[in-house]
């Protein structure tokens, strides 16, 4: 049973930071690339950051020198470092794999390519 698996919101302070985990199991497919998602009340779904299996990082113009996205394949885990964090970054945030070859750069953003999704973490960012 495929299972992807978000943790690490949380409640911050605006300029504070977070780093959300996603532990992906029993996909027995090749996973070509992996990434982070957001969607806030009222939003469609938003790409965040989304990273490949050699390594190439894509990034929403929004979280650009804020957001790091890494991952560690021995661990099967996605990371997303959130720093300078700001209201506007409150969402559920989503963990999402990708099984597709052919799927790069700007696609790697948008959900209609991913095939596995977390239930969500929520980031909230207030004073």
């Known amino acids: 049973q495929e299972a992807v698996v978000e943790s690490g919101g949380g409640s911050v302070q605006p300029g504070g930071s977070l780093r959300l985990s996603c532990i992906i199991s029993?996909?027995?497919?090749?996973?070509?690339?992996m990434a982070w998602f957001r969607q806030a009340p009222g939003k469609e779904r938003e790409g965040v950051a989304a990273?490949?299996?050699?390594?190439?990082?894509t990034y929403a113009d929004s979280v650009k020198g804020r957001f790091t996205v890494s991952q560690d394949n021995a661990k099967n885990t996605l990371y997303l470092q959130m720093n300078s964090l700001q209201p506007e970054d409150t969402a559920m945030y989503y963990c999402a794999v990708g099984l597709s070859d052919w799927v790069k750069g700007k696609l790697l953003l948008q959900t209609a390519v991913y095939t596995f999704w977390g239930q969500g973490t929520q980031v909230t960012v207030s004073s």
């Open positions: 029993g996909i027995h497919y090749r996973v070509y690339y």
């Open positions: 990273i490949t299996s050699d390594a190439s990082a």
